[in-house]
């Protein structure tokens, strides 16, 4: 965790009152929006088919696109998989809590709306301790909560209590569309869970559907088998549509040595840009520089592409992280977020 991750998590604090009504709301089928390590959660209970179907009003979501389970530390994962390889315990045992995701067979109580109709369910255990306490205090820590990201469809995930705020404006408050919604301060880890596709391993072995925090190698260390890339046959995931995660301002990711020049392309024709950069680059305005590092980037990475959103620029420019497993992670939401905008640096500097 970076220093600026514990110092987010040290102010975190839910008092235990909120939880307690949250876990209520919850168990009574409304949404309640909550912390979890990752990014917050749009929560509903996941055996409620009617509470569940409100998640994808609320965020505007296709139907067939599955939502994942979230569940308590100790948690019994038989009740909502079946056929579970030993392989997927060992991850639970030596991740949980925490970002790893797994896809696993479903069992057959599990409601279709969770699953998006698949015979399969993804499941994790979130380490932030207020998702914990949360996930304890509903159904005594029996239940599971199905929850994406608390922002709508498309959109950058939400970090903060003030990012889903922003997403959902008057939709927030008892009796409106989402209930409540928990303060547990910044996500840790900034970036989506790591998904694993545990259920077809004896046919395809161990897929990685979503590169996160938890990266492959870790993975393999654990099941002495490396996760390979998704094919055409892998079940569908909403975050791997080629655009996602994405702002409203165009992005465009450049390398370092092309955007000093390119910020003053821009500027002689009159388009303003922000920057979002690890490299220094003094001067450059409005702009956001993270850590040069991928822990504290990701940490960063979905907060200052809202904050450069919000400056009302034409297009926010990204200084391209390094390559490597442990930036994996960023660069797959950096590409998300810059699909579509291809050739916009060319077009706004020819017109
Ligand atoms: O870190 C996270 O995973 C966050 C926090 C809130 O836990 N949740 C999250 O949920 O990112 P969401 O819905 O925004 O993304 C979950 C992804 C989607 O791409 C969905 O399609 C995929 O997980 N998914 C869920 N169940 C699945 C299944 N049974 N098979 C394949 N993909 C699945
Ligand atoms: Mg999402």
Not at 254 to 270: F, M, N, Q, S, Y
Request: hydrophobic share 45%.
């Amino acid at each position: 965790m970076t220093d600026a991750a514990s110092r987010a998590l040290a102010a975190a604090a839910a008092a235990p009152a909120d939880i307690a009504a949250a876990a209520a709301a919850l168990e009574a089928g409304a949404l309640v929006a909550f912390p979890t390590e990752t990014v917050y959660g749009l929560g509903a209970d996941a055996e409620n088919p009617a509470a569940v179907a409100k998640i994808y009003a609320a965020k505007g979501r296709p139907q067939d696109h599955p939502v994942i389970v979230h569940v308590a530390p100790g948690a019994d994962i038989d009740y909502w998989t079946t056929d579970v390889p030993d392989e997927a315990r060992a991850l639970v045992k030596h991740f949980w809590p925490g970002p790893l995701t797994l896809i696993l067979k479903r069992n057959a109580h599990i409601p279709d709306a969770v699953s998006g109709g698949q015979d399969t369910v993804g499941i994790r255990c979130p380490s932030h301790p207020v998702a914990m306490q949360l996930l304890q205090a509903f159904k005594g820590g029996k239940g599971g909560v199905a929850a994406p990201s608390a922002n709508k469809f498309g959109n950058v995930s939400p970090t903060t209590a003030q990012h889903v705020r922003d997403e959902f404006h008057d939709e927030v408050g008892q009796g409106n569309v989402i209930d409540a919604v928990l303060d547990g301060g910044s996500s840790q880890v900034g970036i989506e869970s790591t998904i694993l596709d545990m259920s077809r391993l004896a046919t395809h072995g161990p897929v990685l559907l979503r590169p996160g925090h938890i990266s492959a190698q870790q993975i393999a260390d654990v099941i002495g088998a490396m996760p390979r890339q998704p094919d055409q046959a892998a079940p569908r995931a909403s975050g791997t549509l080629e655009s996602h995660y994405a702002p409203k301002a165009p992005v465009a990711l450049l390398p370092t040595g092309d955007i000093e020049k390119t910020l003053a392309e821009l500027k002689l024709r009159g388009r303003s840009a922000a920057l979002i950069h690890y490299s220094p680059f003094p001067g450059v305005h409005p702009n956001v520089a993270l850590p040069a590092e991928p822990k504290g980037y990701a940490y960063g990475v979905y907060a200052a592409l809202r904050a450069m959103d919000q400056q009302q620029v034409e297009l926010i420019l990204v200084e391209a992280p390094p390559g490597g497993d442990a930036w994996l992670g960023v660069n797959d939401r950096l590409r998300r977020a810059a699909f579509g905008s291809t050739g916009i640096i060319e077009r706004f500097l020819t017109t």
